[in-house]
């Protein structure tokens, strides 16, 4: 046995050891080709040093000499098939294994790795949680474990599983990183911060650190913090494609479009197939009424693996604004209401289309069949994702613009009513009094949605809207926080109570005299309808509201009230208060009545 020498000082003094034992093995190799433990051990040494395609031929050869296979072998050959790519080879190999060595920490850990590339999470998470209980002290299965505990949604084990990585390794970097991350996405800021600084502490100065808590202040709002963040991770790394993709977020933030657009197209220059980035660069683009070259980047939504809708896997093509003579589209909604209700105005565009002979199917959320049913030029409605008749063609509704070919805002549609209340049964508000203004409020939409803590308010914040004199308020909330309508003043009619459809919101908004709304489904359907609509809008609003006007070029009838600063309600309803109140002395003049 070789000893090693006296003046050995450190693990770089191993190196030329290291290296003359590799080039040993080689040798006996070479003198003992039939040598499965040789080849293994060669193998194993070539895959340290990224020579994958030399090991695999050893390998090969190993499992052709060594029957039957062996517990080791079959561990290095599963490792050797994740790290070229055959996921399915390597959870063979690593099964095998498990079956001769049930106690195999290593072949649980290239299972997980094959079977999370293959998209099974649920397994990968077990198997990575198997590895890390048979061998406590292996990082990467920890940091592993917690990622597919992400993946699947279990954010609470997942932040254990970090916490303990801390507790017992405090220098994991990573595992800080994680953390710091998950507790980002969950919108816990304050903590956030802190464990971002104990990852910079652990890992030292790091440009991509910088750019993540670059991100972290622009969603506390903290913006000129954010841009020093920023600018510290771009002086490190000119030009790097994520921190330019923040900063171009942080620009959108700010309102500053031209920013936005020229920092997101910096960003993809160097990654340009990243669907997100260009998802987000449509709503810069369509925030700022650039609509052809928004709705052509808003394609990209469906290649972005966060989009809230799926990708509809139809063998049909997609409809490009064709004639259909002959041919049935099938019409397919995507997203929530509020994107139905906003593109339905592209509806006339596309019937005329059918020429003598075409045939359009609609595919319409459930809750709004009541409301479209009947609609003319539509031959058939179907509930979403039901089997549909067979069709020649299909287009998402949020595509039918670019399909009709709309370039810019003097292009859109905006003769409304664009939706009228299909023929039936009448909905009672007897209390409307022609003496007052008739005002329907809607304070929040659904708490499910990504960004509903920043576009929705509380009850309370409406006080000084709701003690308004000369105004009969009625409330039309639905959803989640219709329970809160029970903390409302007692004038507030419970309209909410007696609404079960969209159609009978519709026909209440047809008898008000306003309709105050956040940003919702509901404030989609007062401006489908022609109805005056004040929309209560957050400083960094959704990009169909566009930035610095109170007007809007989709809904012609509805006026816009906007954050002046980030998170302030406050002024937003003192405003509201002040034209609610002017308007209901007007409309006492005009109807000879009293404000009271």
């Known amino acids: 046995m070789t000893s090693l020498p006296d003046n050995l000082r450190s693990a770089a003094d191993l190196r030329p050891l290291y290296e003359r034992s590799f080039e040993m093995i080689e040798e006996a190799v070479r003198k003992l080709p039939r040598d499965s433990e040789l080849r ?32 080791d072998l079959l561990i290095l050959a599963s490792r050797a098939s994740l790290q070229s790519g055959r996921d399915d ?52 299965y920890r940091l ?34 994680n953390l710091a991350n998950l507790l980002h996405r969950q919108s816990r800021y304050e903590e956030a ?39 510290r991770s771009l002086c490190m790394v000119p030009g790097d494609s ?11 933030a700010e309102g500053d479009l031209d920013e936005a657009v020229r920092t997101y197209r910096l960003s993809l220059a160097a990654q340009p197939d990243h669907a997100e980035r260009h998802w987000n660069l449509s709503l810069a683009l369509l925030a700022d009424g650039r609509l052809e070259e928004g709705f052509d980047e808003y394609e ?30 099938l019409l397919h909604t995507e997203q929530g209401i509020g994107d139905v209700l906003q593109f339905w105005r592209f509806l006339p565009s596309v019937i005329a289309r059918k020429g003598s002979t075409g045939r359009v ?41 670019r399909a009709m070919g709309v370039r810019t805002l003097q292009d859109l549609p905006v003769d409304v009513p664009y939706l009228t209340v ?64 029970a903390a409302a003043p007692s004038h507030v009619i419970r309209l909410n109570e007696r609404i079960t459809t969209f159609r009978d919101t519709a026909i209440a908004m047809n008898k008000l005299d306003l309709v105050i709304s956040t940003c919702t489904s509901t404030a989609h359907l007062a401006g489908a309808l022609g109805r005056p609509v004040w929309v209560v809008l957050a400083q960094n609003a959704d990009w169909r509201w566009m930035v610095d006007r109170d007007d809007s070029p989709w809904y012609p009838t509805a006026t816009l009230f906007r954050q002046s600063e980030r998170g302030d309600w406050q002024g937003v309803f003192a405003r509201i208060a002040e034209s609610l109140r002017e308007k209901a002395e007007r409309h006492a003049s005009e109807s000879g009545g009293m404000t009271r």
């Open 40 to 71: 293994r051990e060669l193998a194993t040494r070539q895959m340290d040093q990224g020579k994958i395609k030399e090991a695999l031929e050893h390998i090969r050869t190993a499992m052709k000499l060594e029957r039957p296979h062996g517990a």
């Open 144 to 177: 592993a474990f917690g990622q597919e505990l992400e993946a699947l949604g279990q954010l609470e084990r997942a932040e254990r599983v970090y916490r303990h990585a801390l507790m017992v390794d405090g220098d994991f970097g990573d595992a800080a990183l």
């Open 422 to 485: 299909p023929p039936g049964a009448d909905f009672a508000v007897p209390e409307i009094d022609s003496d007052k203004l008739n005002v329907g409020f809607i304070f929040g939409g659904n708490p499910k949605f990504a960004s509903d803590k920043e576009r929705s308010t509380d009850l309370a914040s409406w006080t000084p809207v709701l003690d308004v004199p000369g105004v009969r308020f009625f409330s039309l909330q639905k959803g989640a926080r219709e329970t809160d309508v």
């Open 242 to 252: 994520g921190a330019l993709y923040n900063l171009g977020n942080l620009y959108r």
């Open 361 to 401: 199917v609609l595919e319409s959320h459930g809750e709004l069949i009541p409301l479209v049913e009947g609609t003319e030029g539509i031959d058939e409605i179907i509930e979403r994702f039901s089997p549909p008749p067979a069709f020649d063609y299909h287009i998402p509704l949020l595509s039918v613009a």
């Open 193 to 231: 911060l802190a464990t971002y600084r104990l990852t910079q502490k652990i890992m030292g100065v790091k440009p991509f650190l910088f750019s993540n808590i670059g991100a972290l202040f622009r969603k506390m709002g903290r913006y000129a913090e954010s841009h020093a963040n920023y600018r």
């Open 300 to 329: 990209w939504r469906w290649k972005y693996d966060e989009f809230p809708s799926r990708r509809r896997d139809f063998k049909a093509p997609m409809w490009n604004g064709e004639l259909l003579d002959g041919k049935t589209l």
């Open 89 to 140: 080879e390597a959870i063979n190999f690593a099964n095998r294994a498990i079956k001769l060595r049930p106690a195999a920490d290593q072949a649980y850990g290239f299972l997980g790795g094959a079977l999370r590339r293959k998209g099974n999470r649920a397994a990968a998470a077990e198997a990575f949680g198997r590895a890390l209980r048979l061998n406590s002290n292996r990082r990467t």
